[in-house]
């Protein structure tokens, strides 16, 4: 084992810094800001409203819909080109998939509920980040939920399992003089607060299934401090002020 | 041996647990699983006896029959009109419903009502599907001249209303407007300029304070100084 | 979505607004916040009111245009996300963030606000270029200033990022203590006219109620760098005249809360 110390100081299982809170966006129905060390989502909810194009409609239930998008000045690197591309649309598909079972818009027939997420700054971790800032905008704006959703992503970085990666904890054969032949694997996770079933699951990298296993429990408890972020934010709007 | 987890008026969020065992009943938006009661939605607890339900801070407009709303006409057609409610669910105010009088088969509908104006309106018929039918024919529903519209998240209306209309009661005298409250959250204010924009800034206070005590004196207060 | 169109124009006949605002008076607070983003070289949030736009920078180093060997260049992008308002939908810039873009980008190619010659590194060879691309986050109206703003606060908090001396390329993750060479900050104040009247900073409503609104860029010295009509109303030549004085006389007083942006 040779990533003793993680390059930030954190233990483990510790999260970065986090900083959320809601009703961020005026013009939506529900909004909400959440931080994760560097790693910043913006969402906003719009809706239930009428559905364009007409066809998608369902006469059963309201449909949730969500898009992800980087700002053009949010990757660490060069300018990202504004506008949709094949792993926004992924990540927008899996975080609709990771809210949809605790949404329940069966009461809003041919409808749809728009999750908008915007990202003014990265450093790994951005689908949880979204999808925990989505799950705050939707319960800001309202919408029947049987449950909140949390998410954050964990990992191995050179054999070390740990909560909540960063940018160069996921490339940390780069920058760990130490790690040069390290294995890295990097698993984002969304969690169902009361039931602890997972909605979003996916993985980059290699590990094995008993490391997979003991990585998923790690995940469990980091997720538990991400809900508590999330449920303080919900709530401290509604705080009676001293007066 | 049941056991609530809640007091009156507590924030709740979704999924949160309100009460255990089989003695507590779900109110509206809650639901049970097992010998547990949840809340739905963002929200204030209320308990009242043995039912627990949950009082939304914000939320989607859902169309009742006998619900007063304001509406726009979006479109003219042969039998009507349609007309936006504010809502993902637009509604048919068909010719018959719109006045007492008789309109003649080639009457120019646009004359009584054109596009882009607002009504105030009965809610006669929802189905499931949310297809809306709307009237004017009952006193006080009627095309919307002069004043000004503004729009608030539609659970904020009965505090905005306010108990046997004591809030907006005291809006109405304190600035001498009239105002109309449509259970969609649209709320037409007519009166002096300097009393409309009085009038809007307290409901946009009662709608962003709406979870607190104390709050009819401090609108009192705002309308008292504030202007 | 509500506009009030008519109740609108009667007032401002009445010389009155739905807010009682005066026709110059801009809506509260007026805040800009820098460096909200550590990926973006340099960066900026404005609030006018209720409507929220932000401004971000990233520099490249290119191969500078045939026709001006020994200068860098710049380029403003706008988008109007669907995030903002529900009247924008995902997909390519419309019309409207075109416009928001082009006129920002005039207003501050036109002054020679950055010295594009200054951002030459090797004429004919490599040079800066800079990009700001703008965001909506809430639009509640007059994004037209609040955007010019929010792009004049990022250049302004920019730092140049370390180039690797031996390879050439950008370490975007370290960056110099070394600003852009912004030389000048034309400020843009947009007029709206509604039935007759020149009024500034309109909410929503106002401006779907306007007949025509003209952008103005100016300088500290009242010299103009873009001006931009729009709106499918007329002007006439007595008006733009009293909206120029008008611009400058604000201007001056957003370049107030624009100075006070601290840079480190």
């Given at each position: ?28 129905q ?16 719009y809706g239930p409203r009428e559905i364009y194009?007409k066809?998608?409609a369902?006469?059963?239930?309201g ?42 818009l069966?009461q809003y027939p041919n409808s749809v509920v ?27 704006a309202g ?101 | ?57 914000a939320g989607p407009y859902m169309p009742k029959v006998g619900d007063k709303i304001i509406g726009r006409i979006t479109d003219i057609a042969?039998s009507g009109w349609r007309v936006d409610t504010n809502t993902a669910y637009s509604a048919m105010l068909n010719?018959?419903d719109a ?14 009502l054109a596009i882009d104006d607002y009504i105030i309106v009965d809610i006669i018929n929802v189905t499931s599907q949310r297809l809306i039918d709307v009237s004017m024919r009952e006193?006080g529903l009627k095309k919307i001249?002069?004043?000004?519209i503004i729009e608030i998240n539609s659970q904020k209306v009965?505090?905005v ?19 109309t409250v449509g259970q969609n959250g649209l709320i037409w ?39 | 979505m509500i506009t009030n ?81 529900s ?178």
């Amino acid at each position: 084992m040779v990533y003793k110390q993680r390059l930030d100081g954190r233990k483990g299982d510790e999260l970065r810094p986090m900083e959320a809170k809601t009703k961020v966006i005026p013009n939506a129905q529900g909004s909400a800001s959440f931080k994760i060390g560097k790693t910043w989502a913006i969402a906003a909810v719009y809706g239930p409203r009428e559905i364009y194009p007409k066809f998608l409609a369902n006469p059963k239930r309201g449909i949730l819909r969500c898009y992800y998008n980087m700002m053009p000045f949010s990757g660490s690197g060069e300018r990202i080109r504004p506008g949709s591309n094949r792993r926004s649309q992924e990540i927008a598909m899996v975080m609709t998939k990771a809210l949809e079972p605790v949404v329940d818009l069966s009461q809003y027939p041919n409808s749809v509920v728009d999750v908008f997420v915007e990202l003014p700054q990265t450093d790994a971790g951005t689908r949880c980040a979204a999808i925990s800032a989505a799950a705050m905008a939707l319960a800001d704006a309202g919408i029947p939920m049987k449950d909140l959703v949390s998410s954050v992503a964990v990992g191995m970085a050179d054999d070390k399992i740990i909560a909540d990666l960063t940018y160069k904890e996921e490339h940390i054969y780069e920058f760990n003089p130490e790690s040069l032949n390290a294995v890295v694997s990097d698993i984002p996770l969304a969690m169902i607060h009361n039931t602890k079933e997972l909605t979003l699951l996916q993985m980059d990298g290699e590990i094995t299934k008993e490391d997979l296993l003991k990585a998923l429990e790690l995940g469990q408890k980091a997720i538990e401090k991400v809900y508590a972020v999330q449920v303080k934010a919900l709530k401290e709007n509604f705080i009676e002020e001293s007066k | 041996m049941s056991e609530i987890l809640i007091e009156e008026r507590k924030i709740v969020v979704p999924g949160e647990v309100l009460a255990i065992g089989l003695d507590y009943v779900p109110g509206e938006n809650t639901y049970r699983e097992e010998d547990k009661i949840f809340s739905k939605v963002l929200g204030l607890a209320a308990v009242s006896g043995r039912v627990i339900k949950i009082t939304p801070l914000a939320g989607p407009y859902m169309p009742k029959v006998g619900d007063k709303i304001i509406g726009r006409i979006t479109d003219i057609a042969f039998s009507g009109w349609r007309v936006d409610t504010n809502t993902a669910y637009s509604a048919m105010l068909n010719v018959k419903d719109a006045t007492t009088r008789f309109i003649k088969k080639e009457e120019d509908l646009s004359k009584i009502l054109a596009i882009d104006d607002y009504i105030i309106v009965d809610i006669i018929n929802v189905t499931s599907q949310r297809l809306i039918d709307v009237s004017m024919r009952e006193l006080g529903l009627k095309k919307i001249q002069g004043g000004r519209i503004i729009e608030i998240n539609s659970q904020k209306v009965p505090r905005v209303i306010g108990k046997k209309a004591s809030m907006i009661t005291l809006i109405k005298e304190k600035t001498g407007c009239e105002i109309t409250v449509g259970q969609n959250g649209l709320i037409w204010i007519l009166g002096s300029p300097e009393g409309e924009a009085a009038a809007e800034r307290a409901i946009k206070m009662i709608e962003e304070k709406s979870h607190l005590s104390g709050l009819t004196e401090q609108v009192e207060a705002f309308l008292r100084g504030g202007r | 979505m509500i506009t009030n169109t008519k109740t609108v124009k009667e007032l401002v006949l009445q010389n009155k607004r739905l807010d009682m605002r005066t026709f110059t008076e801009y809506r509260q607070p007026i805040e800009i916040e820098t460096n909200i983003s550590w990926t973006a070289e340099g960066s900026a949030k404005v609030t006018i009111g209720k409507t929220v736009v932000m401004a971000g920078v990233k520099l490249s180093l290119e191969k500078p245009y045939n026709d001006t060997p020994d200068e860098g260049g710049i380029m403003i992008n706008a988008e109007l996300l669907p995030l903002s308002s529900s009247e924008y939908e995902p997909g390519p810039p419309g019309i409207k963030a075109v416009e928001l873009a082009r006129v920002t980008d005039r207003g501050i190619r036109e002054a020679k606000a950055i010295d594009l010659k200054a951002l030459c590194i090797e004429p004919g060879e490599k040079a800066w270029f800079v990009t700001v691309d703008i965001i909506s986050i809430n639009d509640a109206g007059n994004l037209f200033d609040v955007a010019n703003l929010a792009t004049l606060a990022a250049l302004k908090a920019a730092k140049f990022p370390v180039v690797n001396q031996e390879t050439g390329s950008i370490d975007y993750k370290q960056k110099t203590g070394r600003s852009l060479p912004l030389t000048k900050e034309p400020i843009s104040v947009t007029v709206y006219k509604i039935k007759g009247k020149l009024l500034l900073d309109p909410t929503m409503e106002e401006e779907k109620s306007a007949e025509a609104r003209l952008t103005v860029s100016i300088d500290k010295k009242g010299t103009i760098s873009a001006l931009q009509k729009g709106g499918e109303g007329t002007l006439t030549i007595a008006e733009v005249g009293t909206i120029i004085d008008l611009t400058h006389e604000k201007a001056e007083e957003l370049r107030v809360v624009l100075e006070r942006v601290v840079v480190s």
